[in-house]
């Protein structure tokens, strides 16, 4: 799937992680799927707050410190699929998958 990918950081202390859950934190998936609509639209040069979350899975939770990528692909009508990816020491792991959409940007009058 992947055509493209990009570094996606999540800092170890996070506030997210606080009481998310107490002894064992995770990140919250809200958390992880802002940051990976924030670098998507970055590099592409879009308004984050013109993308729509189109559809999300989550598959195995993140923890902090966690390297993760961001793996994706634009389709033909402008919706990105990913994948976010936690790659640690001799194996990778999917642990987020969905589509995102972005409005289109305005004409210049």
């Known amino acids: 799937m ?3 990918s990009l570094p996606l ?3 170890a202390d996070h506030p997210a992680y606080d009481g998310h859950f107490p002894g064992h934190p995770i990140l919250p998936g809200v958390v992880l799927l802002d ?3 924030h670098v998507l639209a970055a590099q592409h040069g879009l308004t984050a707050a013109g993308g729509q979350i189109r559809a999300a899975k989550f598959l195995s939770p993140v923890s902090p410190g966690e ?3 961001l793996d994706y ?7 990105f699929r990913f ?6 020491p001799g ?13 289109a ?3 210049a009058s």
Do not use: I
């Open 73 to 79: 692909a634009a389709t033909a009508n402008g919706v």
């Open 9 to 11: 950081s999540v800092a």
């Open 83 to 88: 994948e976010v990816v936690a790659a640690g």
């Open 91 to 103: 194996h990778a792991r999917v642990v987020a998958s969905g589509m995102f959409a972005f409005a």
């Open 35 to 37: 940051e990976a609509l």
């Open 67 to 69: 390297a993760l990528r």
């Open 2 to 4: 992947t055509d493209q």
């Open 105 to 107: 940007p305005e004409a």
